[in-house]
């Protein structure tokens, strides 16, 4: 047995154990199985606090020993059941035994032992859970010994960065004593009792359950910095400066629970953040930032954090060399440029240079993380895609389409899709080579990335040259495999890039008949209850009806009575009802399609959508009317429905296209009319 | 007349020893006042009224310790406080820097002054500090010794640096500034901060009043 190497050690060994009898009632009497040492272990765990204190006492010192030391055979074979237990094992439990039993002076000097102890070792706190040391720590907590307490609570702070130990001191009531010590006079229990606060809260019981002790407004309050105070000698003040970091690295850890971050709001908490952060002290810094960017998921923080001045330390910390600093404010401008007023403000506090610059280092996934992200949000705002126009970003984010973890493609294909809108970023992109590394990533399965990538490659295609090259690399037909997917949102994400494709292509019509059962799979999507795949694959088939066999395709398969279902199902809706309307128009064009949507009544519906306020809406209604009413039934029903007196006001409409159709409409309508009365008067 | 002319000797007193305490020339009088109450009758401050101080003022218990508190404040060894004792041992039993604290406490531990604090004396000051364990082992009619034995084996193990079995000036001074809450390993002998801060702020308004009918004991 390597573990009792030294003499001294298996002489003291040979101490405790006649002295303590340490065979406790769960030990197997003689087993040298490891598993079976590994199950008592987890046993006594549990049961050991179920047992009374007295009962355990006098279990482990019934046993009388045996005193004959010059027995070998005896202690070689007791040594045999203990040896299996490493000697810290022992020696913390009779730490603990002393913590507990002796005055402040032995527990003071028992507890300093115990430091000595690596804790964070699986078989240390197991040794200590045995003899319900946790509960003499935390028992310690409640004294008005300060040294005790102090020591007691340097060791509650490390351990307590295990779940388990976090899980069983929660357990003990440790949380409601760790906030009395937050209002104690002496400025280290303060700081201790934080700062383990902050570990036990990363479990979500504990943070509710430090809400309802009332610790919340404590916490808040100790980040208070009275009016008067002269803030050069605060920052020399060291007491003062940990004080107010264990607060902040408390209310971080805390605000992860919804409940607690308007508790926290309600209790004045940003005012005290913002007046922290122009401190702009480093080590208060990162848990102060770290709180915000966990708090600005909620829209109301937002809110204030705008109008708090706030952005612009964000954007100035951007530039700091604190990796941690910087991941936590990337991670709060994500958060925070939801909305618009932040986007702006982080381009005039110069901010976006500095997301820029720092999507060079890849070695810190966090980080890196939270700088995509950040350009993301940001990159929604059209003067900052200029602005990332001039600054070339799109060329440094296209490296990043590939051996990254999936959190970081996601922001980036997102951000990809943003700059966009910025033909130059368009042309960035392509240069780069950044069009096949997202089409390759279309092979993926991760829904929210393939959602971003498609949207990327939609808005890429927009440009003729994007376009072929998308193709090209079998593009058009892995977004048209994108259809097939369970998700709605991809579907429809799929849908709304294949448009653009098409549009752009010269071979557009080849390239859709190339692909095998692509028009069925189309046409059968128009079946969803969903209204984006609705809207999505409506605006498709009007691009696809753009050709003449396509479209005859469609009509094969039954689009026409479809469509005409969707007329009246969603006249309530006016996304869709658009994409619908654009659809039938488009289709109209083929053999006796005009006639079946007539019979099968779109006509009366759609002279309804001429009254909509949405422009896309009625001109699309406008559009599919005017080729409707090349077929005289349709134009009776036109007439019997007052559509002429809405397409009148259209003719005198900007968009000519628009004037156009409307005239051509009321001229078929008239003719009709006309014919009709001259048949009549004929008779 | 002796009034007025004790007084002035009073204050050139306090103005000397203000200097080479912690505390200003009016707290010094001060202490000098409380001096002068402690020991009407007597000219100086003897080890009972000392320890009453102790015991009623900063609530210590310990009578082996504080009897080593007053060793420590008595420099010259005549078992009696002077004047100059009393208010320079003040100074560091209450405003004390770190080195002086420790220099202090490691007097205090110190039982035989030989300069190092031997196996037998931590034994003797850490004696009756294993209450309930002691209870405990009695049942087991073990030695009693042995836990205190142990205890004395976890210090030297933490404190002794130079691994010569003692505690000497150099090694206790490296442990406290390795752990401050190792200053007071071997019992209280420095006030508690509630009672601490309570007599330096009546000290500081001017509340000179040790009680000092109790000291009749």
Redesign the interface.
Same mark, same amino acid.
């Given at each position: 047995c390597g573990i009792i190497a030294e003499y001294g050690e298996f002489q003291?060994f040979q101490?405790y154990f006649? +002295?303590f009898?340490l065979r406790t009632k769960d030990m197997p009497a003689r087993t040298d199985s490891t598993a079976q040492r590994r199950s008592v272990m987890t046993r006594s765990i549990t049961n050991s606090r179920s047992i009374s204190k007295k009962q355990k =006492?006098e279990e482990s010192?019934s046993e #009388?020993?045996n005193d004959d030391m010059d027995d070998d055979d005896d202690t070689r074979d007791r040594r045999k059941i203990h040896a299996d237990l490493p000697s810290e094992y022992w020696q913390i439990q009779?730490?603990i %035994?002393?913590l507990? &039993? &002796?005055?402040? #002076? /032995?527990t003071? $000097? =028992?507890?300093?032992?115990l +430091?000595?102890f690596d804790l964070s070792q699986d078989i240390c706190q197991i040794a200590i859970r045995d003899v319900d040391g946790l509960e003499a720590l935390v028992n310690l907590l409640d004294t008005t010994e $300060? %040294?005790c307490q @102090? /020591?007691s609570l340097k060791i509650l702070k490390d351990i307590s960065q295990s779940k388990p130990i976090s899980r069983s001191l929660t357990d003990l009531g440790a949380i409601q004593s760790l906030i009395r010590l937050l209002s104690s006079s @002496?400025a280290d229990l303060q700081c201790l009792a934080a700062e383990t606060i902050a570990n036990i809260a990363k479990l979500t019981r504990a943070r509710r359950l430090v809400r309802k002790d009332g610790g919340i407004s404590k916490f808040v309050s100790l980040l208070n910095i009275p009016p008067n105070t002269n803030i050069d000698v605060l920052k020399e003040d060291g007491q003062a400066v940990e004080l107010l970091r264990c607060a902040a690295l408390g209310l971080c850890s805390l605000s992860k629970s919804k409940k607690n971050k308007r508790k926290m709001k309600s209790s004045g908490l940003i005012q005290h953040l913002s007046k922290l952060i122009t401190l702009e002290v480093e080590t208060i810094l990162v848990p102060v930032v770290a709180t915000l960017s966990e708090c600005s998921v909620d829209p109301e923080y937002r809110a204030a954090i705008c109008e708090g001045g706030i952005i612009q330390y964000l954007s100035k910390f951007l530039e700091s060399s604190n990796q941690e600093l910087v991941s936590h404010c990337a991670k709060a401008i994500f958060h925070c440029a939801e909305d618009d007023l932040t986007r702006t403000l982080i381009r005039q506090h110069a901010g976006l240079e500095p997301l820029v610059r720092l999507i060079k280092f890849t070695e810190n996934v966090s980080m890196l993380d939270g700088v995509t992200g950040a350009i993301w949000k940001v990159a929604i705002d059209r003067e900052n895609c200029l602005v990332f126009r001039d600054l070339k970003l799109c060329e440094s984010l296209v490296p990043l389409l590939h051996s990254q973890p999936e959190e970081v493609m996601i922001n980036v294909a997102g951000s990809i899709a943003e700059c966009a809108k910025i033909p130059e970023n368009i042309e960035q992109i392509r240069k780069a080579g950044g069009l096949t590394h997202l089409v390759n990533l279309l092979s993926g399965t991760n829904p929210t990335l393939l959602i971003n990538v498609a949207h990327a490659l939609g808005k890429c295609a927009t440009e003729p040259d994007s376009a072929t090259i998308i193709d090209k690399y079998d593009g058009v037909r892995l977004l048209w495999s994108l259809l097939k997917s369970p998700n709605p949102q991809v579907q429809s994400s799929a849908a709304w890039a294949i448009c653009p494709c098409i549009d752009n292509n010269k071979d557009a019509g080849e390239m859709v008949r190339s692909l095998v059962g692509g028009l069925e799979l189309i046409v059968s999507l128009l079946k969803s209850d969903n209204r984006e795949v609705l809207a999505s694959i409506c605006s498709a088939v009007a691009n696809i009806a753009k050709d003449e066999q396509n479209l005859a395709v469609l009509t094969d398969h039954g689009v026409v009575p479809i469509l005409s279902k969707l007329v009246v199902a969603h006249a309530a809706d006016d996304y869709v009802k658009g994409h619908i309307a654009d659809a039938i128009g488009r289709c109209c064009i083929w053999g006796n399609n005009r006639k079946e949507f007539g019979a099968r009544g779109v006509v009366k519906p759609l002279v309804r959508y001429l009254k909509s306020k949405d422009t896309f809406v009625y001109k699309a209604a406008a559009m599919a009317l005017f080729h409707l009413s090349l077929e005289p039934e349709n134009c009776v029903v036109m007439h019997e429905n007052h559509a002429k007196q809405w397409l009148v006001n259209m003719v005198g409409d900007d968009d000519w296209v628009l004037q156009e159709a409307a005239a051509g409409c009321i001229a078929n309508i008239r003719h009709l009319a006309l014919a009709n009365d001259i048949s009549k008067s004929g008779r | 007349m002796a009034g007025i002319m004790g007084r002035k000797l009073q204050a050139k007193l306090a103005d000397a020893m203000s200097k080479r305490s912690h505390f200003s020339r009016e707290e010094v009088d001060r202490l000098l006042t409380m001096y002068s109450a402690l020991t009407v009758g007597g000219t100086r401050l003897d080890r009972n009224k000392f320890r009453d101080v102790l015991h009623n003022t900063f609530d210590m218990t310990d009578d082996i310790l504080m009897d080593r508190v007053f060793r420590a404040f008595d420099k010259d060894m005549d078992s009696f406080l002077s004047q100059e004792e009393w208010v320079l041992g003040l100074s560091v039993f209450l405003k004390g820097t770190l080195e002086e604290r420790v220099a202090y406490c490691f007097d205090v531990y110190d039982m035989n002054s030989d300069g190092y604090i031997s196996r037998e004396e931590m034994f003797q000051m850490l004696k009756n500090s294993m209450v309930k364990v002691l209870q405990d082992l009695q049942t087991t009619e073990e030695d009693p010794d042995e836990g205190i034995k142990d205890i004395v084996e976890l210090v030297l193990k933490k404190m002794d640096h130079d691994h010569d079995n003692r505690l000497s000036m150099d090694d206790f001074m490296k442990s406290v500034k390795e752990e401050d809450l190792l200053l007071e390993a071997f019992g209280p002998c420095l006030p508690d901060t509630k009672y601490r801060e309570k007599f330096l702020s009546d000290l500081e308004a001017g509340n000179v009043d040790i009680d000092v009918s109790q000291a009749k004991s």
């Open positions: 003291s101490l006649k +002295r009898n =006492a010192y #009388t020993s009779k730490l %035994k002393y507990k &039993g &002796g005055n402040p #002076t /032995a003071l $000097i =028992a507890l300093c032992s +430091r000595d $300060i %040294k @102090v /020591a @002496v | -």
